[in-house]
């Protein structure tokens, strides 16, 4: 009980402070549980963001929950889930409910630091996970070719390809010996319930729609929809956007102007995007909506990622241990590292940095978490109330 609690109560901090999207979220990870708590080291950390790049869904909360199952088992998982995603859940029901009234938020200081901030977090990952993924000039220009292909094709499927050449690379070029120091994913999950748990999110993926038809059930229509988009997006939260606005708009379920003022919400907390969903579900106009809506929609959406993870993870700790798949891995990691550098870029420094005072209060912040070893969330605290006082001037 203790173990599954202490999961919870870490990752309901991150949820409460982890500003910027799925990067920085990454980011965050990785300075609370690998740097400062040693749950894990920077080799499996990487191995584990490497599968979540491959699967679809919310890349960062998958790495979040897999992180839960290492420590605490498959209730860690669930706590892990539950702590980052309830914050921005519960103010986006909120929000639903009418406490939409400070309108648009794009110009707040205090925001704005925000996003800063999440400039500086993940420079120090990028930086910190270059040294320890690309020690050498192979490596190095790896993930700068990766970065490049990710800036050229700003899609899914540009990052998916940068990481899929990485692998093809590694295999071919980057060989490895096995190391049986390699800490193992001590996940309690069997090949058994792997494959049922890939059964299970086949049958629902193709089933949900037709059972949904038959019954005439606008509950199970409404989970169809937010399950399909959960399956079916790769490169994270702002790719579902499009997946969620086709489901529910269209059919009337909520209207475009609303779909469109709790997208700007939900970029204004912290957390992952895909709790959006739970905004989705409160608004809509007809039941089941609400509280109840909302967590069924959220429910929803996040459903694949878990019987995903469960039918993976079993298979990828056997995999990650043989020499080729090491070979490969050195290069996905490479590349992942490439998938960094770009969104270093873009979108976080250039939806961050506009101006000599914003360049200065970022590399503040960089020396705050690198050098002075200060906590993200005070980082976070000290980034919001900078760009408060430096718009004053």
């Given amino acids: 009980m203790t173990m599954w609690r202490e999961v919870f109560a870490v990752f309901l901090r991150l949820g409460l402070t982890s500003f910027g999207g799925p990067v920085a979220h990454l980011s965050y990870f990785r300075a609370e549980l690998v740097e ?78 925000l996003k800063i901030v999440a ?31 990710t800036l050229a094709f700003p899609s899914a499927a540009g990052q998916v390809g940068a990481i899929l050449a990485g692998g093809l690379i590694g295999w071919r070029f980057l060989p490895a010996a096995v190391d049986g120091a390699h800490r193992p994913l001590l996940i309690p999950m069997s090949r058994t319930r792997a494959a ?9 993926l193709f089933g949900l729609p037709l059972l949904a038809t038959a019954n005439s059930s606008h509950a199970l229509d409404l989970f169809a929809s937010f399950y399909r988009s959960g399956s079916l997006v790769f490169g994270g939260g702002h790719v579902v956007l499009p997946l969620l606005q086709q489901a529910v708009v269209p059919q009337s379920w909520i209207g475009n102007d609303a779909f469109l003022a709790g997208y700007g919400a939900a970029q204004a907390v912290p957390g992952p995007l895909f709790a959006f969903a739970a905004y989705l579900g409160t608004a809509m106009k ?36 043989r020499a080729d798949v090491q070979s490969a891995l050195k290069g996905v990691n490479a590349a992942v590292v490439g998938l960094l550098l770009a969104a270093l870029y873009d979108p976080v420094w250039t939806s961050a940095i506009f101006s000599r005072a914003d360049f200065a209060l970022g590399v503040v912040a960089f020396l705050l978490l690198t050098l002075w070893k200060t906590p993200p969330w005070l980082v976070v605290v000290l980034g919001a109330l900078g760009a408060s006082a430096l718009a004053g001037f």
Avoid at 196 to 204: H, K, N, Q, S, Y
Avoid at 312 to 321: C, G, K, Q, T
Wanted: glycine share 10%.
């Fill in 119 to 149: 400039v500086a977090v993940v420079a120090q990952a990028v930086w910190g996970m270059a040294k320890n993924l690309c020690p050498d000039r192979e490596r190095a220009t790896l993930a700068v070719a990766a970065a490049a292909l």
């Fill in 36 to 113: 400062r708590r040693k749950w894990l080291d920077e080799k499996v950390y990487a191995d584990i963001v490497a599968l979540c790049q491959f699967l679809p869904g919310p890349a960062s909360s998958q790495v979040g929950i897999v992180l839960g199952m290492l420590r605490a088992g498959f209730l860690g998982g669930l706590a892990a889930w539950a702590g980052f995603t309830l914050p921005s859940a519960l103010a986006l029901i909120l929000f639903a409910y009418g406490l939409g009234g400070i309108g648009d938020m794009s110009h707040v200081a205090w925001l704005h630091g």
């Fill in 196 to 204: 049922a748990a890939a059964a299970a999110f086949a049958i629902l």
């Fill in 286 to 321: 007809d039941a089941p909506n609400g509280f109840l809506g909302g967590l069924l929609c959220l429910v929803a959406i996040y459903l694949p990622s878990f019987l995903l993870l469960i039918a993976a993870l079993p298979f990828w700790d056997a995999l990650r241990h």
